[in-house]
């Protein structure tokens, strides 16, 4: 019986493997990650999802030396 789900395209598989990182208990603590592009992955992709998250209220991308980039985020207080 053949199945409607269709294989993730790079860029859906990249922000599942850095979603996974922000959403790791080590980062949520710390209300920070630290993200790598992996050879495989596309620099249009990366690109794209580095503006993503740039785009969210509350979130910080600082471009290091070595080639990662450091995401830092605060959680708003509730009114």
Known sequence: MATNTSPLDSYQQLGLRISK???S??????????????DHES???WAQLLEEIGEND?????????GGVQ?????????
């Open 25 to 38: 208990p080590t980062a949520q603590k710390a209300r920070a990650a630290l993200i790598f592009k992996l």
């Open 21 to 23: 990182i922000i959403n």
């Open 43 to 45: 620099p249009d992709d």
């Open 58 to 66: 509350n979130v910080t991308l600082a471009w290091r030396d070595d």
């Open 71 to 79: 995401i830092f985020w605060v959680v708003p207080k509730e009114d």
